[in-house]
């Protein structure tokens, strides 16, 4: 998990991001959506590029 790997814990990530502690929380536990916006919101905090926060995901098997 980037958040991890950058030392960063969900309290810094929420203060800096504006995003609820909580919300973060929730995110990472894949138990809620999350916006474009937001998502690039946490990865400038992190200092990364988005597609570094998007898993990997094979598409082809849904076609």
């Known amino acids: 998990?980037?958040?991890v790997l950058k030392d960063?814990?969900?309290?810094e990530l929420?203060?800096?991001?504006?995003?609820d502690q909580s919300y973060l929380s929730r995110v990472e536990n894949g138990t809620?959506?999350?916006?474009?916006i937001k998502l690039c919101r946490?990865?400038?905090?992190?200092?990364c590029n988005?597609?570094?926060l998007?898993?990997?995901t094979d598409y082809t098997s849904t076609l």
């Open 1 to 3: 998990m980037m958040r």
């Open 32 to 36: 809620v959506n999350i916006t474009v």
């Open 54 to 56: 998007v898993p990997e």
């Open 50 to 52: 988005l597609i570094e």
């Open 14 to 19: 929420s203060f800096k991001s504006g995003l």
């Open 8 to 11: 960063k814990n969900q309290a």
């Open 42 to 47: 946490i990865a400038k905090v992190l200092e």
